[in-house]
Protein backbone atom coordinates (compact mmCIF):
# COMPACT_ATOMS: atom_id res chain seq x y z
CA UNK A 1 0.00 0.00 0.00
CA UNK A 2 2.78 1.86 0.75
CA UNK A 3 4.77 1.50 -2.27
CA UNK A 4 1.19 2.63 -4.27
CA UNK A 5 0.75 5.72 -2.52
CA UNK A 6 4.45 6.75 -3.64
CA UNK A 7 3.55 5.95 -7.28
CA UNK A 8 0.35 7.82 -7.24
CA UNK A 9 2.44 11.02 -5.39
CA UNK A 10 5.36 10.38 -8.12
CA UNK A 11 2.55 10.38 -10.82
CA UNK A 12 0.60 13.38 -9.74
CA UNK A 13 3.68 15.33 -9.18
CA UNK A 14 4.72 14.15 -12.83
CA UNK A 15 1.04 15.33 -14.34
CA UNK A 16 1.78 18.91 -12.57
CA UNK A 17 4.99 19.37 -13.86
CA UNK A 18 3.69 18.42 -17.52
CA UNK A 19 0.37 20.42 -17.26
CA UNK A 20 2.49 23.58 -16.06
CA UNK A 21 2.93 26.01 -18.33
CA UNK A 22 6.54 26.72 -19.79
CA UNK A 23 8.41 29.84 -19.16
CA UNK A 24 8.48 32.24 -21.98
CA UNK A 25 11.95 32.12 -23.75
CA UNK A 26 14.61 34.56 -22.91
CA UNK A 27 15.71 37.35 -25.12
CA UNK A 28 19.41 36.66 -25.14
CA UNK A 29 21.16 40.25 -26.47
CA UNK A 30 24.85 40.35 -27.51
CA UNK A 31 27.50 42.54 -27.50
CA UNK A 32 31.43 42.96 -27.55
CA UNK A 33 33.26 46.10 -25.59
CA UNK A 34 36.83 47.02 -24.46
CA UNK A 35 36.99 45.64 -21.07
CA UNK A 36 40.94 45.63 -21.44
CA UNK A 37 43.49 47.34 -24.02
CA UNK A 38 43.91 50.92 -25.00
CA UNK A 39 39.95 51.89 -24.46
CA UNK A 40 39.21 49.88 -21.78
CA UNK A 41 38.65 53.55 -19.32
CA UNK A 42 35.86 54.67 -21.76
CA UNK A 43 33.97 51.13 -21.61
CA UNK A 44 32.29 51.34 -18.41
CA UNK A 45 30.18 54.36 -19.50
CA UNK A 46 28.09 51.94 -21.86
CA UNK A 47 28.35 49.10 -19.74
CA UNK A 48 26.36 50.68 -17.31
CA UNK A 49 24.17 52.46 -19.64
CA UNK A 50 23.21 48.73 -21.22
CA UNK A 51 22.82 47.00 -17.65
CA UNK A 52 20.60 49.70 -16.25
CA UNK A 53 18.66 49.00 -19.08
CA UNK A 54 18.21 45.61 -18.78
CA UNK A 55 17.50 45.83 -15.54
CA UNK A 56 14.43 48.63 -15.89
CA UNK A 57 13.20 46.12 -18.96
CA UNK A 58 13.32 42.83 -16.88
CA UNK A 59 11.82 45.11 -13.58
CA UNK A 60 9.29 46.10 -16.29
CA UNK A 61 7.94 42.19 -16.97
CA UNK A 62 10.56 42.12 -19.86
CA UNK A 63 10.80 43.37 -23.64
CA UNK A 64 7.49 44.23 -25.69
CA UNK A 65 7.61 41.80 -28.64
CA UNK A 66 5.55 43.23 -31.43
CA UNK A 67 3.12 44.06 -28.52
CA UNK A 68 1.93 40.63 -28.51
CA UNK A 69 4.23 39.04 -25.17
CA UNK A 70 6.94 40.30 -22.81
CA UNK A 71 10.18 38.51 -22.32
CA UNK A 72 13.24 38.82 -20.16
CA UNK A 73 16.54 39.78 -21.45
CA UNK A 74 19.80 38.57 -20.80
CA UNK A 75 22.56 40.32 -21.81
CA UNK A 76 25.81 38.53 -23.42
CA UNK A 77 29.07 40.28 -23.24
CA UNK A 78 32.55 39.74 -24.33
CA UNK A 79 35.49 41.57 -24.11
CA UNK A 80 37.43 42.45 -27.37
CA UNK A 81 40.48 43.89 -25.46
CA UNK A 82 40.15 47.31 -27.50
CA UNK A 83 41.09 45.31 -30.87
CA UNK A 84 38.64 45.39 -33.95
CA UNK A 85 39.59 42.56 -35.31
CA UNK A 86 38.66 40.33 -32.17
CA UNK A 87 35.49 42.48 -32.30
CA UNK A 88 34.65 40.36 -36.02
CA UNK A 89 35.35 37.43 -34.21
CA UNK A 90 32.97 37.99 -31.56
CA UNK A 91 30.15 39.21 -33.35
CA UNK A 92 30.27 36.44 -35.73
CA UNK A 93 30.03 33.99 -32.85
CA UNK A 94 27.45 35.64 -31.41
CA UNK A 95 25.18 35.35 -34.12
CA UNK A 96 26.36 31.91 -35.58
CA UNK A 97 27.13 30.41 -32.20
CA UNK A 98 25.72 31.85 -29.33
CA UNK A 99 22.55 32.91 -31.53
CA UNK A 100 21.39 36.10 -29.54
CA UNK A 101 18.10 37.92 -30.84
CA UNK A 102 19.49 40.87 -30.83
CA UNK A 103 22.89 43.01 -30.79
CA UNK A 104 23.98 45.84 -28.99
CA UNK A 105 26.90 47.87 -30.40
CA UNK A 106 30.98 47.82 -29.17
CA UNK A 107 33.00 50.53 -28.17
CA UNK A 108 34.14 52.77 -30.55
CA UNK A 109 34.62 54.02 -34.49
CA UNK A 110 37.01 51.78 -35.96
CA UNK A 111 35.05 48.48 -33.83
CA UNK A 112 32.06 49.65 -35.53
CA UNK A 113 33.29 49.65 -39.30
CA UNK A 114 35.06 46.36 -38.47
CA UNK A 115 31.81 44.29 -37.70
CA UNK A 116 29.24 46.51 -40.74
CA UNK A 117 30.48 43.56 -42.90
CA UNK A 118 29.41 40.49 -40.38
CA UNK A 119 26.59 42.20 -39.79
CA UNK A 120 25.65 42.82 -43.50
CA UNK A 121 26.48 39.33 -44.58
CA UNK A 122 24.05 37.67 -41.72
CA UNK A 123 21.36 40.67 -42.66
CA UNK A 124 21.38 41.47 -38.97
CA UNK A 125 20.28 45.03 -38.15
CA UNK A 126 22.03 46.57 -35.17
CA UNK A 127 21.84 50.35 -34.17
CA UNK A 128 25.57 52.13 -33.33
CA UNK A 129 26.20 53.90 -30.69
CA UNK A 130 29.68 55.13 -29.80
CA UNK A 131 30.70 56.04 -33.35
CA UNK A 132 31.54 58.97 -35.11
CA UNK A 133 33.27 59.84 -38.65
CA UNK A 134 32.47 61.12 -42.11
CA UNK A 135 32.66 57.75 -43.53
CA UNK A 136 29.94 56.45 -41.82
CA UNK A 137 27.64 57.93 -45.07
CA UNK A 138 29.62 55.69 -46.97
CA UNK A 139 28.47 52.78 -45.39
CA UNK A 140 25.59 50.68 -47.17
CA UNK A 141 21.82 51.46 -44.77
CA UNK A 142 20.11 48.82 -43.86
CA UNK A 143 21.46 46.85 -41.08
CA UNK A 144 23.84 49.70 -39.18
CA UNK A 145 22.67 52.87 -38.02
CA UNK A 146 24.39 55.64 -35.88
CA UNK A 147 22.54 58.07 -33.38
CA UNK A 148 25.59 60.57 -32.68
CA UNK A 149 25.32 64.40 -34.35
CA UNK A 150 28.96 64.25 -33.42
CA UNK A 151 30.36 64.26 -36.78
CA UNK A 152 34.22 65.88 -37.92
CA UNK A 153 32.74 68.06 -40.80
CA UNK A 154 29.68 69.18 -38.50
CA UNK A 155 31.88 69.80 -35.63
CA UNK A 156 34.11 71.96 -37.29
CA UNK A 157 31.35 74.09 -38.68
CA UNK A 158 29.69 74.29 -34.90
CA UNK A 159 33.18 74.86 -33.46
CA UNK A 160 34.44 77.83 -35.40
CA UNK A 161 30.79 79.04 -34.74
CA UNK A 162 31.24 78.54 -30.92
CA UNK A 163 34.64 80.05 -31.17
CA UNK A 164 33.55 83.30 -32.66
CA UNK A 165 30.71 84.22 -30.33
CA UNK A 166 33.22 83.49 -27.41
CA UNK A 167 35.80 86.02 -29.27
CA UNK A 168 38.11 83.86 -29.83
CA UNK A 169 40.33 85.18 -32.22
CA UNK A 170 43.70 82.38 -31.74
CA UNK A 171 43.87 78.62 -30.94
CA UNK A 172 46.64 75.98 -29.84
CA UNK A 173 45.50 72.60 -31.57
CA UNK A 174 47.00 69.60 -30.23
CA UNK A 175 45.49 66.34 -31.65
CA UNK A 176 45.79 62.56 -31.31
CA UNK A 177 46.78 60.44 -33.49
CA UNK A 178 44.00 58.20 -33.53
CA UNK A 179 42.04 58.18 -36.17
CA UNK A 180 38.77 60.66 -34.62
CA UNK A 181 41.19 62.96 -33.38
CA UNK A 182 42.95 63.02 -36.97
CA UNK A 183 39.80 63.36 -38.75
CA UNK A 184 38.32 65.82 -36.65
CA UNK A 185 41.95 68.10 -37.66
CA UNK A 186 41.36 67.66 -41.03
CA UNK A 187 38.36 69.66 -41.39
CA UNK A 188 38.99 72.41 -38.33
CA UNK A 189 42.15 73.07 -39.77
CA UNK A 190 40.46 75.03 -43.30
CA UNK A 191 37.36 75.74 -41.13
CA UNK A 192 39.54 77.70 -38.91
CA UNK A 193 41.67 79.24 -41.42
CA UNK A 194 38.47 80.37 -43.25
CA UNK A 195 36.96 82.11 -40.41
CA UNK A 196 40.13 84.01 -39.88
CA UNK A 197 41.30 82.48 -36.62
CA UNK A 198 44.71 81.63 -36.45
CA UNK A 199 46.47 78.98 -35.27
CA UNK A 200 49.33 79.53 -33.62
CA UNK A 201 50.33 75.91 -31.88
CA UNK A 202 49.81 72.94 -33.77
CA UNK A 203 51.13 69.63 -32.33
CA UNK A 204 50.33 66.21 -32.98
CA UNK A 205 50.94 63.10 -30.08
CA UNK A 206 51.50 59.08 -30.10
CA UNK A 207 48.09 57.85 -28.20
CA UNK A 208 50.41 56.04 -25.36
CA UNK A 209 51.64 59.86 -24.78
CA UNK A 210 52.80 60.24 -21.00
CA UNK A 211 54.10 63.51 -20.48
CA UNK A 212 52.58 66.52 -22.09
CA UNK A 213 54.98 69.14 -20.58
CA UNK A 214 56.69 70.14 -23.95
CA UNK A 215 53.73 70.68 -25.61
CA UNK A 216 52.12 72.69 -23.06
CA UNK A 217 55.02 75.26 -22.86
CA UNK A 218 54.97 75.94 -26.21
CA UNK A 219 51.34 76.75 -25.77
CA UNK A 220 52.13 79.00 -22.76
CA UNK A 221 54.17 80.78 -24.88
CA UNK A 222 51.98 81.73 -27.73
CA UNK A 223 49.35 82.88 -25.41
CA UNK A 224 46.46 81.78 -27.26
CA UNK A 225 42.68 82.60 -26.78
CA UNK A 226 41.70 78.79 -26.70
CA UNK A 227 42.97 75.81 -26.65
CA UNK A 228 41.74 72.88 -29.03
CA UNK A 229 42.41 69.07 -27.62
CA UNK A 230 41.36 66.50 -30.26
CA UNK A 231 41.54 63.59 -27.22
CA UNK A 232 40.76 60.81 -25.77
CA UNK A 233 39.92 60.35 -22.16
CA UNK A 234 43.25 59.47 -20.85
CA UNK A 235 45.41 62.26 -22.43
CA UNK A 236 42.42 64.81 -21.31
CA UNK A 237 43.22 63.76 -17.74
CA UNK A 238 47.20 64.37 -18.98
CA UNK A 239 45.96 67.60 -20.37
CA UNK A 240 44.31 68.65 -16.93
CA UNK A 241 47.06 67.48 -14.66
CA UNK A 242 49.71 69.43 -16.85
CA UNK A 243 47.66 72.27 -18.28
CA UNK A 244 47.01 73.40 -14.28
CA UNK A 245 51.25 72.80 -13.75
CA UNK A 246 52.21 74.85 -16.24
CA UNK A 247 49.71 77.46 -15.94
CA UNK A 248 47.45 77.45 -19.16
CA UNK A 249 45.44 80.30 -18.92
CA UNK A 250 43.40 80.42 -22.12
CA UNK A 251 39.92 81.73 -21.75
CA UNK A 252 38.41 78.66 -24.13
CA UNK A 253 39.64 75.31 -23.33
CA UNK A 254 38.52 72.24 -25.72
CA UNK A 255 38.95 68.20 -24.98
CA UNK A 256 36.73 66.15 -27.56
CA UNK A 257 36.40 62.93 -25.50
CA UNK A 258 36.95 62.63 -21.69
CA UNK A 259 35.37 65.58 -19.83
CA UNK A 260 31.67 64.31 -20.06
CA UNK A 261 32.26 60.76 -18.17
CA UNK A 262 31.55 61.05 -14.82
CA UNK A 263 34.58 60.49 -12.77
CA UNK A 264 36.35 63.37 -14.73
CA UNK A 265 34.73 65.89 -12.50
CA UNK A 266 35.26 64.26 -9.42
CA UNK A 267 39.06 64.12 -10.18
CA UNK A 268 39.68 67.29 -10.94
CA UNK A 269 36.67 69.03 -8.59
CA UNK A 270 36.89 72.94 -9.36
CA UNK A 271 39.61 72.99 -11.53
CA UNK A 272 37.82 71.29 -14.84
CA UNK A 273 35.46 74.46 -15.04
CA UNK A 274 35.58 76.24 -18.06
CA UNK A 275 36.16 73.06 -19.90
CA UNK A 276 34.34 72.39 -22.98
CA UNK A 277 33.91 69.09 -24.57
CA UNK A 278 31.74 67.25 -27.46
CA UNK A 279 28.15 66.50 -26.50
CA UNK A 280 24.61 67.50 -27.21
CA UNK A 281 22.90 65.91 -23.86
CA UNK A 282 22.53 67.39 -20.28
CA UNK A 283 19.57 66.10 -17.74
CA UNK A 284 19.56 69.91 -17.36
CA UNK A 285 16.73 70.44 -20.02
CA UNK A 286 13.07 70.29 -19.85
CA UNK A 287 13.20 65.64 -21.26
CA UNK A 288 11.36 63.91 -18.59
CA UNK A 289 13.41 60.65 -20.25
CA UNK A 290 16.23 62.51 -19.68
CA UNK A 291 15.15 63.46 -16.01
CA UNK A 292 14.73 59.47 -15.38
CA UNK A 293 18.04 58.25 -17.02
CA UNK A 294 19.86 60.57 -15.27
CA UNK A 295 18.61 60.10 -11.87
CA UNK A 296 18.17 56.10 -12.34
CA UNK A 297 21.89 55.86 -13.64
CA UNK A 298 23.15 58.09 -10.37
CA UNK A 299 21.17 55.93 -8.47
CA UNK A 300 22.62 52.47 -9.34
CA UNK A 301 26.01 53.53 -10.10
CA UNK A 302 26.72 55.93 -7.61
CA UNK A 303 28.23 58.18 -10.16
CA UNK A 304 26.68 60.74 -13.09
CA UNK A 305 26.49 59.13 -16.79
CA UNK A 306 28.96 59.93 -19.30
CA UNK A 307 27.26 62.68 -20.94
CA UNK A 308 28.47 61.21 -24.32
CA UNK A 309 28.82 57.86 -24.38
CA UNK A 310 26.42 56.22 -21.66
CA UNK A 311 24.32 58.63 -23.52
CA UNK A 312 24.87 57.61 -27.22
CA UNK A 313 24.33 53.72 -25.49
CA UNK A 314 21.27 54.74 -24.02
CA UNK A 315 19.94 55.92 -26.91
CA UNK A 316 20.95 53.06 -28.98
CA UNK A 317 18.37 50.96 -27.13
CA UNK A 318 15.18 53.34 -26.44
CA UNK A 319 15.55 52.84 -30.13
CA UNK A 320 15.59 49.46 -30.40
CA UNK A 321 12.79 48.54 -27.46
CA UNK A 322 10.50 50.89 -29.73
CA UNK A 323 11.33 49.17 -32.41
CA UNK A 324 11.14 45.94 -31.37
CA UNK A 325 8.23 46.65 -29.67
CA UNK A 326 6.44 47.49 -33.27
CA UNK A 327 7.96 44.75 -35.39
CA UNK A 328 9.31 41.93 -32.84
CA UNK A 329 12.39 40.17 -33.38
CA UNK A 330 11.76 39.66 -37.25
CA UNK A 331 14.94 40.81 -38.43
CA UNK A 332 13.19 42.23 -41.81
CA UNK A 333 10.69 43.68 -40.14
CA UNK A 334 12.56 45.07 -37.59
CA UNK A 335 15.02 46.59 -40.35
CA UNK A 336 11.90 48.36 -42.08
CA UNK A 337 11.43 49.49 -38.65
CA UNK A 338 14.55 51.16 -37.61
CA UNK A 339 15.01 52.85 -41.11
CA UNK A 340 11.45 54.57 -41.05
CA UNK A 341 10.59 55.72 -37.55
CA UNK A 342 10.50 58.36 -35.52
CA UNK A 343 11.76 57.64 -31.52
CA UNK A 344 11.34 59.31 -28.61
CA UNK A 345 14.39 59.31 -26.82
CA UNK A 346 16.51 61.39 -24.06
CA UNK A 347 18.69 63.53 -26.74
CA UNK A 348 14.72 64.17 -28.34
CA UNK A 349 13.33 62.86 -31.18
CA UNK A 350 15.15 61.00 -33.52
CA UNK A 351 15.50 59.54 -36.51
CA UNK A 352 17.85 57.61 -39.46
CA UNK A 353 18.13 59.50 -43.35
CA UNK A 354 20.20 56.53 -44.69
CA UNK A 355 22.73 55.25 -41.59
CA UNK A 356 22.77 58.89 -39.97
CA UNK A 357 20.64 60.52 -36.80
CA UNK A 358 18.50 63.10 -39.55
CA UNK A 359 17.47 65.04 -36.34
CA UNK A 360 19.32 65.71 -33.40
CA UNK A 361 22.37 68.95 -33.76
CA UNK A 362 26.26 68.81 -32.91
CA UNK A 363 26.55 70.38 -29.59
CA UNK A 364 29.46 71.31 -27.32
CA UNK A 365 28.90 70.94 -23.57
CA UNK A 366 30.84 73.05 -20.81
CA UNK A 367 31.80 71.96 -16.95
CA UNK A 368 30.12 74.78 -14.70
CA UNK A 369 30.54 74.55 -11.06
CA UNK A 370 30.66 71.09 -11.54
CA UNK A 371 27.82 70.64 -13.44
CA UNK A 372 27.92 70.30 -17.06
CA UNK A 373 25.71 72.26 -19.45
CA UNK A 374 24.96 72.55 -22.98
CA UNK A 375 26.44 75.89 -24.43
CA UNK A 376 26.03 75.42 -28.17
CA UNK A 377 23.93 75.14 -30.56
CA UNK A 378 22.47 78.22 -28.38
CA UNK A 379 19.05 77.47 -28.98
CA UNK A 380 19.51 74.42 -26.65
CA UNK A 381 21.93 75.88 -24.17
CA UNK A 382 21.12 74.69 -20.69
CA UNK A 383 23.41 77.61 -19.73
CA UNK A 384 25.49 80.34 -21.91
CA UNK A 385 29.31 79.65 -22.66
CA UNK A 386 31.73 80.93 -19.53
CA UNK A 387 35.31 81.56 -20.31
CA UNK A 388 37.76 79.63 -17.96
CA UNK A 389 39.34 81.42 -15.06
CA UNK A 390 41.99 79.72 -13.82
CA UNK A 391 42.71 76.34 -12.09
CA UNK A 392 40.73 76.22 -9.05
Same mark, same amino acid.
Given at each position: ??????????????? =? #?? %???? &?? $?? /????? @????????????????????????????????????????????????????????????????????????????????????????????????????????????????????? =? #?? %???? &?? $?? /????? @????????????????????????????????????????????????????????????????????????????????????????????????????????????????????????????????????????????????????????????????????????????????????????????????????????????????????????????????????
Amino acid at each position: MRKFVGALAVSALAA =A #AW %AAPA &AA $AE /VRIGY @SIAKTGLFAPAAPSQINAYNLWAEQVNARGGLDIGGKERRKVTLIQYDDQSNPGNAVKIYEKLITQDKVDLLLSPWGTPHHFAIASVLERHKFPMIGSTASSVQLRNMKPGNIWFTT =A #AV %ADKL &AT $AM /VGLLK @SAGVKSVAVLTNQLPFGQENKKFLMPALKAAGIKVLVDADYPPNIKDMTAILVKVKAANPDGVIGLAYPGDSILYINKAREVGIAAKFQYLLVGPAIGFFRGMFKGAADGIVTLGHWSPHGDNARSKAFYAAYKKKFKQEPDYLDSVEAWVSVEILEQAVAKAGLDKDKLRQAISTGTFDTIIGKVRFDGVQNAVTPTGFLQIQKGELHIVWPKDRQTAPLAPKTGWK
